[in-house]
Structure formats: structure tokens, C-alpha cells
Nanobody
Framework: VQLVESGGGLVQAGGSLRLSCVAS????????MGWFRQPPGKERELVAT???????VYADSAKGRFTISRDNAKNTVYLQMNTLKPEDTAVYFCNARQEMFPYSIAWGQGTQVTVSS
């Protein structure tokens, strides 16, 4: 399984970014796809997940500002981030979690998002 993120960068507070994650060597429609982030000096944390059946979960910090979506035909998951804040600065990681045995988990290499004040 290979997950490749893109779309990170430097943005001013209040701005928007759209992250993309393309998955390969994967049966995409039996995986829950998610976005996690790791702020500087902190632990990795959940941002949002989207199961294959359509269940979506957001971290409290993402609710109302971020939107996760997936395109099964393109093996791609997106994270639309609006009204960005400096505290959103982090490396953002794509995650694929298989929803059937052997329930494997894969991670992308991460993409840096920096929000300036």
C-alpha cells in the first residue's frame, strides 16, 4: 500500500488549503480513510476519518472548518481546510485502515501545513 499526500503549504490565518491523498496497491473501497496531524513537539492526533460506508468523524478542532471526502473511483481522499488558524500548523498524515481481516493500517509520508498569524 502506498499513500501519497499533497496540497500542504504556507497560508495566512483565515485562509484555506485542500489536501489530497492518493492510494495505490489498495482495495480502496474496503478501507476507512483518515487524516491525522502532528503539531510541532506534540503527539499525532486524529483530524477526521471517512469509512467506506460513509460514516464521518471529526475531531472537535476540525468541526465546522474542515471537510473530509473521498472519491473511490480515483482512490483519493481529500481534506478541505477552511478558516485555518496558527494552531492548525502541523504535519498532516493520510491513513488507510482496512475494514476486514487482516485490518492492516498504512500511513503516508506526511505533508507540512503552516499557518501564519
Amino acid at each position: 500500500v502506498q499513500l501519497v499526500e499533497s496540497g500542504g503549504g504556507l497560508v495566512q490565518a483565515g485562509g484555506s488549503l485542500r489536501l489530497s491523498c492518493v492510494a495505490s496497491n489498495i482495495t480502496f473501497n474496503v478501507h476507512a480513510m483518515g487524516w491525522f496531524r502532528q503539531p510541532p513537539g506534540k503527539e499525532r492526533e486524529l483530524v477526521a476519518t471517512h469509512t467506506s460506508s460513509g460514516t464521518i468523524v471529526y475531531a472537535d478542532s476540525a468541526k465546522g472548518r474542515f471537510t473530509i471526502s473521498r472519491d473511490n473511483a480515483k482512490n483519493t481522499v481529500y481534506l478541505q481546510m477552511n478558516t485555518l488558524k496558527p494552531e492548525d500548523t502541523a504535519v498532516y498524515f493520510c491513513n488507510a485502515r482496512q475494514e476486514m481481516f487482516p485490518y492492516s493500517i498504512a500511513w503516508g509520508q506526511g505533508t507540512q501545513v503552516t499557518v501564519s498569524s
